[in-house]
């Protein structure tokens, strides 16, 4: 979700599901939605005209959002309903009163001192355990222009835009990160309990349908095919192979490890990327999916690029670390490096992690905090 999604961080967490249209759109959320594919139905394959967004229940969510902000309708349950049908979320008319009357807190943003212990205070550390889900407002002071996000992760989401950790992309990170957070009022509601299903979604997508919040470029939360989205594909050489498919550049550049500038250039000058793969906008008939997970094609990857760059010096630092669940087996993590493992376990899982920490349980092979670390 644009303005809602985590952090850019380049791990991955995967319960091992084979690929299919069906999972796609998924990928790029931090949500559980209990995709469960069934490999033995025939009409499998046949599903993906509504996946990718040719028609379906994503294309439907986004013209009704429009066709509602263009109406000026004050949102009912039933709407929003219909909109976040896409991802299974239904509410009632109790549970939106009871998220409408949640109250709103305004944060310093003068101060940052004073912005980082008021977001402490009220959402706990980003590095708890337990992170705070909620939504966020920001106002610019001299326009009144508004941007609504939310986030499972709340505490982390506002420390990234005080930090700028993520890219200057829309209209409000541009505007933020010139004009400084400073020139901004921020007013954030927490959702705590326990609620059944994403509340902040819930929530988001309400106040996504009023217009005066101008900042936000895409009006239906998780942008999972968004109006603004561009389809990007990755075949084999000669395109009769789909490994993997996103409407989010961003999920090659996560997911699997392709830098930002390296993807662009195979796509523009129709090259191929590691001398096997190539990038295509269009959807190739005839194509077969391939059943790789997510997982197996980062590792495959990784392996490739090692024997492709053999010539390059590798360091340390760029060793692909695999965490695996002791408990959970299917509950796997990959990292890039060092640095994002480290971090992960710091923010994640609140671990006092260090890379020689790591390091030393990585050689002996013991479990580290319930995981196996180890060498990919």
Same mark, same amino acid.
């Given at each position: 979700?644009?303005?809602?999604?985590?952090?850019?961080?380049?791990?991955?967490i995967?319960?091992?599901?084979?690929?299919?249209?069906?999972?796609?759109?998924?990928?790029?959320?931090?949500?559980?939605?209990?995709? =469960?594919?069934?490999n033995?139905?025939? &009409?499998? $394959?046949?599903?993906?005209?509504? /996946?990718?967004?040719k @028609?379906? *229940?994503? #294309?439907?969510a986004?013209k009704?959002?429009?066709?509602?902000?263009?109406e000026?309708?004050?949102?009912?349950?039933?709407?929003?309903?219909?909109i976040?049908?896409y991802?299974?979320?239904?509410?009632?008319?109790?549970?939106?009163?009871?998220?409408? =009357?949640?109250?709103?807190?305004?944060? &310093?943003? $003068?101060?940052?001192?004073?912005? /980082?212990?008021?977001? @402490?205070? *009220?959402l #706990?550390?980003?590095?708890?355990?337990?992170?705070?889900?909620?939504?966020?407002?920001?106002?610019?002071?001299?326009?009144?222009?508004?941007?609504?996000?939310?986030?499972?992760?709340?505490?982390?989401?506002?420390?990234?835009?005080?930090?700028?950790?993520?890219?200057?992309?829309g209209k409000?990170?541009?505007?933020?990160?010139?004009?400084?957070i400073?020139?901004?009022?921020?007013?954030?509601?927490?959702i705590?309990?326990?609620?059944?299903?994403?509340?902040?979604?819930?929530?988001?997508q309400?106040?996504?349908?009023?217009?005066?919040?101008?900042?936000?470029?895409?009006?239906?939360?998780?942008?999972?095919?968004?109006?603004?989205?561009?389809?990007?594909y990755?075949?084999?050489?000669?395109?009769?192979?789909?490994?993997?498919?996103s409407?989010?550049?961003?999920?090659?550049i996560?997911?699997?490890?392709?830098?930002?500038?390296?993807l662009k250039?195979?796509l523009?000058?129709?090259?191929?990327?590691?001398?096997?793969?190539?990038?295509?906008?269009?959807?190739?008939?005839?194509?077969?999916?391939?059943?790789?997970t997510l997982l197996?094609l980062a590792?495959?990857?990784?392996?490739?690029?090692?024997?492709?760059n053999?010539?390059?010096?590798i360091?340390?630092d760029?060793?692909?670390?695999?965490?695996?669940?002791?408990?959970?087996?299917?509950?796997?993590?990959?990292?890039?490096?060092?640095?994002q493992?480290?971090?992960?376990?710091?923010?994640?899982?609140?671990l006092?992690?260090?890379?020689e920490?790591l390091?030393?349980?990585?050689?002996?092979?013991?479990?580290?905090h319930?995981?196996?670390?180890k060498?990919v």
């Amino acid at each position: 979700m644009l303005g809602a999604m985590n952090s850019n961080r380049m791990y991955i967490i995967i319960k091992r599901q084979r690929f299919s249209f069906e999972n796609i759109r998924y990928f790029q959320s931090d949500s559980n939605n209990g995709v =469960n594919p069934s490999n033995k139905n025939p &009409n499998e $394959k046949n599903k993906w005209k509504s /996946i990718i967004g040719k @028609k379906g *229940l994503q #294309e439907l969510a986004h013209k009704i959002a429009n066709s509602v902000i263009k109406e000026n309708k004050v949102p009912t349950v039933e709407i929003i309903n219909k909109i976040l049908s896409y991802c299974n979320i239904k509410v009632t008319d109790k549970e939106l009163i009871n998220l409408l =009357n949640l109250p709103k807190y305004i944060i &310093n943003t $003068k101060v940052s001192k004073e912005m /980082i212990k008021e977001i @402490k205070d *009220l959402l #706990e550390m980003q590095s708890s355990k337990k992170q705070v889900p909620g939504i966020y407002i920001f106002t610019h002071s001299k326009t009144g222009s508004k941007y609504v996000g939310s986030s499972s992760q709340l505490a982390i989401r506002l420390h990234n835009y005080i930090s700028k950790k993520d890219r200057p992309e829309g209209k409000l990170r541009p505007l933020l990160y010139k004009e400084g957070i400073n020139n901004f009022t921020l007013e954030v509601i927490p959702i705590k309990g326990n609620w059944e299903y994403r509340a902040e979604l819930v929530l988001e997508q309400y106040y996504l349908l009023n217009p005066i919040f101008n900042l936000n470029k895409v009006k239906v939360v998780n942008n999972p095919c968004g109006s603004n989205a561009k389809s990007l594909y990755m075949y084999n050489r000669d395109k009769s192979i789909l490994y993997y498919y996103s409407t989010q550049q961003k999920d090659f550049i996560q997911n699997l490890n392709i830098h930002f500038e390296t993807l662009k250039k195979h796509l523009n000058n129709g090259t191929y990327y590691l001398g096997k793969y190539s990038f295509s906008r269009e959807l190739i008939n005839g194509s077969n999916i391939s059943d790789i997970t997510l997982l197996d094609l980062a590792l495959k990857l990784q392996e490739e690029r090692i024997k492709y760059n053999k010539n390059k010096p590798i360091k340390s630092d760029s060793k692909t670390i695999l965490l695996r669940s002791v408990n959970d087996p299917q509950d796997v993590k990959l990292f890039y490096g060092f640095k994002q493992c480290v971090r992960f376990l710091k923010e994640n899982k609140g671990l006092p992690s260090t890379k020689e920490t790591l390091l030393k349980y990585i050689v002996n092979g013991k479990p580290y905090h319930g995981y196996i670390c180890k060498f990919v």
